[in-house]
Nanobody, 121 residues
Framework: QVQLAESGGGLVQAGGSLRLSCVGS????????MGWFRQSPGKEREFVAA????????YVAASVKERFTISRDNAKATVYLQMSRLKTEDTAVYYC??????????????WGRGTPVTGST
């Protein structure tokens, strides 16, 4: 099991930027694909972005394309979500998640507790 801890959330004005970080337990981090999800009150969880274990493939949802970027540093056992030009509709709790194997496609097994992001006008 991979332990995950998100950080970097907060209140940001619309149009601003924020970078989320997720630190994983080092033992298996580099062998796992990582993803970012978000959930707002009353809405279903949304798959926002993902990156393969070897960083050779990424996914970014259409709703945040051109604004969000995912990256990882396996030496630091950390995955990042760089968010720019934030909108009020980006307000949600953001979760990172991990799955075994290189591909980011499939079921995510381990989850962090989430970090809240609030976009204000």
């Amino acid at each position: 099991q991979v332990q995950l801890a998100e950080s970097g959330g907060g209140l940001v004005q619309a149009g601003g930027s924020l970078r989320l970080s997720c630190v994983g337990s080092r033992r298996s981090f580099s062998n796992n694909a990582m993803g970012w999800f978000r959930q707002s009150p009353g809405k279903e969880r949304e798959f926002v972005a993902a990156i393969s274990a070897e960083s050779d493939s990424t996914y970014v949802a259409a709703s945040v394309k051109e604004r969000f970027t995912i990256s990882r540093d396996n030496a630091k056992a950390t995955v990042y979500l760089q968010m720019s030009r934030l909108k009020t509709e980006d307000t949600a709790v953001y979760y990172c998640a991990s799955k075994e194997g290189n591909t980011w496609r499939g079921l995510y097994e381990d989850w962090g507790r989430g970090t809240p992001v609030t976009g204000s006008t």
